[in-house]
Nanobody, 125 residues
Framework: QVQLVESGGGLVQAGGSLRLSCAAS????????MGWFRQAPGKEREFVAA????????SYAISVKGRFTISRNNAKNTVYLQMNSLKPEDTAVYYC??????????????????WGQGTQVTVSS
C-alpha cells in the first residue's frame, strides 16, 4: 500500500508563490512517474504537471506552463510543485498521484493509481 501525503498549501495573494510537497511511502518511489492534479469547486479534476521517474521528462498544463515547476527527489521519496505568479483561478485542492512505471510523464488521470488526500491552495485577488 502506498501513501501519499501533500503539504504546503495555504492562502496567498495573487502574484505570490507556494511550494507544494508530496511525500510517498514505500521503497519503489523512483520506479514511478508522479503527477499533480487539481480540482476547483464545481469543476472537474484537471491535470497540472507530471514528471517521469528519473525527473528527465516533465509535462505541464497550458494554463500553468511557465509559472509552475515540478521536480522530485528520489532519495527523499518526495515530489514538489513550485508555483509562482499565482492567479485566483489557481485556487483549488491540489492532489499528488502515482503514475505508471515509466520515464515519461503522463497527463492521463486514468494512468494514476494512488492519490493523496489533497491540500488546499487559495489565491486571493
Amino acid at each position: 500500500q502506498v501513501q501519499l501525503v501533500e503539504s504546503g498549501g495555504g492562502l496567498v495573494q495573487a502574484g505570490g508563490s507556494l511550494r507544494l510537497s508530496c511525500a510517498a511511502s514505500g521503497r519503489t518511489f523512483s520506479t514511478y512517474a508522479m503527477g499533480w492534479f487539481r480540482q476547483a469547486p464545481g469543476k472537474e479534476r484537471e491535470f497540472v504537471a507530471a514528471i517521469g521517474r528519473s525527473g528527465g521528462s516533465t509535462s505541464y498544463a497550458i494554463s500553468v506552463k511557465g509559472r509552475f515547476t515540478i521536480s522530485r527527489n528520489n532519495a527523499k521519496n518526495t515530489v514538489y510543485l513550485q508555483m509562482n505568479s499565482l492567479k485566483p483561478e489557481d485556487t483549488a485542492v491540489y492532489y499528488c498521484a502515482r503514475g505508471p512505471a515509466s520515464s515519461s510523464s503522463s497527463y492521463m488521470a486514468d494512468e494514476y493509481d494512488y492519490w493523496g488526500q489533497g491540500t488546499q491552495v487559495t489565491v486571493s485577488s
